[in-house]
């Protein structure tokens, strides 16, 4: 079993519509959680970590459930340079290693 | 700044050829890392350095060898390269392991190819 797993979409959407996927992982003890966005064949960049209590940045909301081992994403408002793959990344504890999700494709269209 | 470098951007290597992919980071980060990133797959670590004098092996060591040359470089050796590990290659650094505060910076990678 993968330790992050992701629907691999792709979720088209128009502007402006609001798109969520979530990303399930494995290990219960795992400390800290991240959306990290790759574009295509470029390198992966944080986009934002994933609190307790969920926080947003701008348009983008991310939030975390522990008991059912989930964390989710949402983007309001989508715009066309939010056309990316956005990636799940797991720490699962008090060391340097962090697992990756395969990713979520987001396509915007005009 | 530059951030996280690496060369070369594109390789293509015969079977059983070695290479040297480089790293390099100007952050005065103590931890580097080397990932691969095969379609359908999330990266997938292949070595780190949690600091300087150190490195462990990840996920998928086998074929692989890495030297933490100095704080900045780290480097990642195929010895003799098989079809298995074409993919796209990338280094990343961070801080410092350990609690919450793990972003890593990733450079843009390379794209090997062994025919």
């Known amino acids: 079993r993968k330790e992050v797993e992701q629907d691999p979409g792709p979720f088209n959407v128009p502007e402006g519509a609001t798109v969520a996927f979530n990303c399930t992982y494995s290990?219960?003890?795992?400390?800290?959680f991240f959306w990290y966005r790759q574009d295509c064949r470029k390198e992966p960049k944080l986009l934002m970590s994933?609190?307790?209590s969920g926080n947003e940045d701008g348009r983008f909301t991310a939030q975390l459930n522990r008991a059912s081992q989930y964390i989710s994403l949402l983007i309001r408002d989508s715009k066309l340079s939010d056309s990316a793959t956005y990636l799940c990344?797991?720490?699962?504890?008090?060391?340097?290693?962090?697992?990756f999700g395969a990713g979520t494709t987001v396509t915007v269209r005009a | 700044n530059a951030g996280v470098t690496q060369t070369p951007k594109f390789q293509v290597l015969k079977t059983g050829q070695s290479m040297t992919l480089q790293c390099a980071q100007d952050?005065?980060?103590?931890?580097m890392y080397w990932y691969r990133q095969d379609p359908g797959m999330g990266l997938r670590l292949i070595y780190y350095?949690?600091?300087?004098?150190?490195?462990d092996k990840g996920e998928v060591p086998n074929g692989y060898n890495v030297s933490r040359l100095n704080k900045r470089e780290f480097s990642l050796r195929l010895e003799s390269a098989a079809p298995s590990q074409t993919s796209v290659y990338f280094c990343a650094s961070s801080p410092s392991g350990g609690g919450s505060y793990n972003e890593q910076f990733f450079g843009p990678g390379t794209r090997l190819t062994v025919l």
């Open positions: 350095s949690a600091s300087e004098g150190t490195t």
């Open positions: 952050m005065n980060h103590n931890s």
């Open positions: 994933v609190y307790s």
């Open positions: 290990n219960s003890a795992s400390q800290s």
């Open positions: 990344v797991v720490n699962e504890g008090y060391d340097y290693k962090l697992s």
